[in-house]
């Protein structure tokens, strides 16, 4: 499976920018899928972007089109997720994962990382 670690989480004001990073170890199969998710207490996880590893294919939430952007980089088995804008709605714990399926259900992903903070303050 691999492991998945984060990074680049931190607090910035609101209309910042940080650029969060997911290293996976191990193979990352061309069939796919890494995503990142959100999650404040006492909610469900939230769906924010995913790429397919194979393709330029990606898909936003709504409420991060536009301002975030989800790249990878093969060679470095890396996934990044640029956020502008960032808005104290932001604020949250941001997980990278790794799954086979196109979709925006974290149950669908298998491997998970250990999450990172960001905070956005007005």
């Known amino acids: 499976q691999g492991q998945l670690v984060e990074s680049g989480g931190g607090s910035v004001q609101a209309g910042d920018s940080l650029r969060l990073s997911c290293a996976a170890s191990g193979r990352i199969l061309s069939s796919s899928v890494m995503g990142w998710f959100r999650q404040t207490p006492g909610k469900a996880r939230e769906f924010v972007a995913l790429v397919r590893w194979h393709s330029a294919t990606t898909l936003y939430s709504d409420s991060v089109k536009g301002r975030f952007i989800i790249s990878k980089d093969r060679p470095q088995n890396t996934v990044y997720l640029q956020m502008n804008s960032l808005r104290t709605e932001d604020t949250a714990v941001y997980f990278c994962?790794?799954?086979?399926?196109?979709?925006?259900?974290?149950?669908?992903?298998?491997?998970w990382g250990q999450g990172t903070q960001v905070t956005v303050t007005s």
């Open positions: 994962a790794k799954g086979s399926q196109y979709s925006n259900n974290p149950a669908e992903y298998r491997t």
